[in-house]
């Protein structure tokens, strides 16, 4: 079924305010959503949903969060009203099994997920799903999460998750073309030179990510860096991997993303 394997992307998000602005990265992603092989369905694993525990949004009709203040009323006013799928709720939850894995009905989609989904998939006429990052938990086992993920491929599923790889907002420097900081540089080049590792978890470079000099500076949280894991983890064999886009904004914020497939 390989030819018919959904791409597994690793989008960085960077400012909310992207959701309204057209820049490299915003038609980065949209040329995304428009050349890539159309999914039946859309599991989105955002830095902005960030529990104690494993949920999955298991509802109809997700609501569009807007977890962020002192942004225009405009971005406010973004509503991104695609359709929830119980259906792919109940599979991961079955997939993740023996994890338990809540089935939730309060949450929807942050900015995260709608603020790239919605360049992507304007229409809002795709089924999304919602997995939240257990904070609990260590690297290795989001990397095996997305392992254990990486059938629903297979099956019409494309797996979004959303993230920055360097992402520290108080070395953020606001004043026009920011010098990137030589940490950020150096670790956004150990992210990119290390995609492919190919063996164990346990050894790969990214899930050992904390072992690199620039990495608490670069991730002084890991909730950012973790989605990318999962798309990692749902990587079939040596499937190519590749950057549709990257640069730094501020200093420190890394806008890589990856595509697997």
Same mark, same amino acid.
Do not use: C
């Given at each position: ?87 792919? %709720? ?8 023996? +994890? /338990?894995?809540?089935?939730?009905? &309060? #949450?929807? @989609?942050?900015? !995260? ?9 304007? %229409? ?8 939240? +990052? /257990?904070?609990?938990?260590?690297? &290795? #086992?989001? @990397?095996?999460? !997305? ?115």
């Amino acid at each position: 079924m390989s030819h018919n394997r959904m791409p597994a992307l690793f989008l960085g998000h960077g400012s909310p305010m992207n959701a309204l602005e057209d820049n490299p990265y915003t038609r980065a992603w949209q040329h995304l959503g428009a050349t890539l092989p159309r999914p039946r369905a859309i599991l989105a694993v955002s830095a902005h949903w960030y529990t104690r525990g494993t949920a999955v949004t298991a509802m109809n009709n997700p609501r569009t969060i807007h977890d962020f203040g002192g942004f225009p009323q405009a971005l406010f006013d973004v509503r991104y009203p695609a359709p929830g799928s119980p259906e792919l %709720a109940q599979e991961v939850i079955d997939l993740l099994a023996p +994890i /338990d894995v809540h089935a939730d009905q &309060e #949450w929807g @989609f942050d900015h !995260g997920s709608w603020g790239v989904l919605a360049k992507m998939y304007p %229409a809002a006429d795709i089924p999304v799903v919602q997995l939240s +990052i /257990d904070a609990t938990q260590p690297a &290795e #086992w989001h @990397f095996e999460l !997305g392992r254990k993920l990486a059938s629903l491929r297979d099956e019409g599923v494309m797996i979004v998750a959303s993230g920055n790889v360097v992402h520290n907002l108080r070395m953020l420097r606001w004043q026009g073309a920011a010098t990137t900081y030589p940490w950020a540089e150096s670790f956004n080049e150990f992210v990119r030179e290390n995609l492919g590792f190919a063996g164990a978890a346990a050894d790969h470079p990214l899930v050992n990510y904390l072992q690199h000099e620039g990495a608490e500076l670069s991730n002084p949280t890991p909730e950012h860096y973790l989605p990318l894991l999962y798309i990692l983890g749902a990587r079939v064999d040596d499937e190519q991997i590749s950057i549709p886009i990257e640069g730094m904004e501020m200093g420190a914020i890394s806008m890589m993303s990856v595509q697997v497939g």
